[in-house]
């Protein structure tokens, strides 16, 4: 079946350094979509790409999605202590009952 | 509008036991969802309806777990009899299916312990 990998599954960096999550499905995807996870929380919407080759910024976090819509990439600039938390991807393939098929996450600790 | 609405925020029961889950989602959105997350198997979708309809339960673990979705503002999930093994968070997510963006929101979740 359709799989969405997420790597890597966890992260630690000083506090300044820069961060990077990778996804890769293994079907081409009609959107990618990525959430953040605060520990004891719930997944919470950062963005959707749905062009070939888009990218985005909210700030210091820059997503990508790849030209042939298979892969992802969101990475932060400068991390901060707040960046902590559980980073996901979900694809959206239409054609799959328009479920999103999730990666595993990347924890993300951040040492100040 | 408050989200999506989760009760309880934790249940903890003993092993056998019927466990309710409910969901309220978001007033308009037309699609539901419900994940469990473990440590070891992540986020993983239970079942998902859409406008009422539950479109895909490939995602239920076995016919100890049941949803229902009796209308557009309320859904359930229920695990009778309840196993150890059954300890997770549940999520419930509501989305709006149609042109544009399609995130899901996600509820508090509620912490199921069965001891």
């Given at each position: 079946g359709q799989q969405v990998m997420q790597i890597?599954?966890?992260q630690h960096v000083q506090e300044g350094e820069d961060f990077t999550t990778y996804c890769n499905s293994s079907t081409t995807l009609s959107n990618i979509q990525w959430y953040k996870q605060r520990p004891g929380g719930h997944p919470v919407f950062l963005i959707q790409l749905v062009k070939s080759g888009e990218v985005k910024k909210q700030k210091r976090l820059t997503f990508q999605f790849g030209e042939a819509k298979k892969n992802s990439?969101?990475?932060i600039t400068a991390t901060q202590t707040t960046d902590v938390g559980t980073y996901f991807?979900?694809?959206d393939n239409a054609g799959n009952n328009r479920k999103l098929i999730w990666g595993l996450g990347t924890?993300?600790?951040v040492n100040p | 509008d408050a989200g999506v609405i989760q009760s309880p925020r934790h249940e903890v029961t003993e092993m056998g036991q019927e466990v309710t889950l409910r969901c309220k989602p978001i007033s308009g959105h037309n699609s539901l969802f419900w994940y469990r997350q473990t440590m070891m198997r992540g986020l993983e979708l239970l079942i998902y309806f859409n406008n009422n309809v539950p479109i895909d339960d490939s995602g239920m673990p076995e016919d100890r777990f049941?949803?229902?979705m009796p209308n557009a503002s309320f859904s359930t999930l229920k695990i009778q009899p309840s196993e150890p093994r059954d300890s997770a968070v549940y999520f419930c997510a509501s989305s709006f299916y149609g042109t544009g963006r399609t995130e899901a929101f996600f509820g508090q979740g509620t912490r199921l312990t069965v001891v």
């Amino acid at each position: 079946g359709q799989q969405v990998m997420q790597i890597p599954q966890y992260q630690h960096v000083q506090e300044g350094e820069d961060f990077t999550t990778y996804c890769n499905s293994s079907t081409t995807l009609s959107n990618i979509q990525w959430y953040k996870q605060r520990p004891g929380g719930h997944p919470v919407f950062l963005i959707q790409l749905v062009k070939s080759g888009e990218v985005k910024k909210q700030k210091r976090l820059t997503f990508q999605f790849g030209e042939a819509k298979k892969n992802s990439s969101l990475h932060i600039t400068a991390t901060q202590t707040t960046d902590v938390g559980t980073y996901f991807c979900a694809g959206d393939n239409a054609g799959n009952n328009r479920k999103l098929i999730w990666g595993l996450g990347t924890s993300l600790a951040v040492n100040p | 509008d408050a989200g999506v609405i989760q009760s309880p925020r934790h249940e903890v029961t003993e092993m056998g036991q019927e466990v309710t889950l409910r969901c309220k989602p978001i007033s308009g959105h037309n699609s539901l969802f419900w994940y469990r997350q473990t440590m070891m198997r992540g986020l993983e979708l239970l079942i998902y309806f859409n406008n009422n309809v539950p479109i895909d339960d490939s995602g239920m673990p076995e016919d100890r777990f049941s949803a229902k979705m009796p209308n557009a503002s309320f859904s359930t999930l229920k695990i009778q009899p309840s196993e150890p093994r059954d300890s997770a968070v549940y999520f419930c997510a509501s989305s709006f299916y149609g042109t544009g963006r399609t995130e899901a929101f996600f509820g508090q979740g509620t912490r199921l312990t069965v001891v």
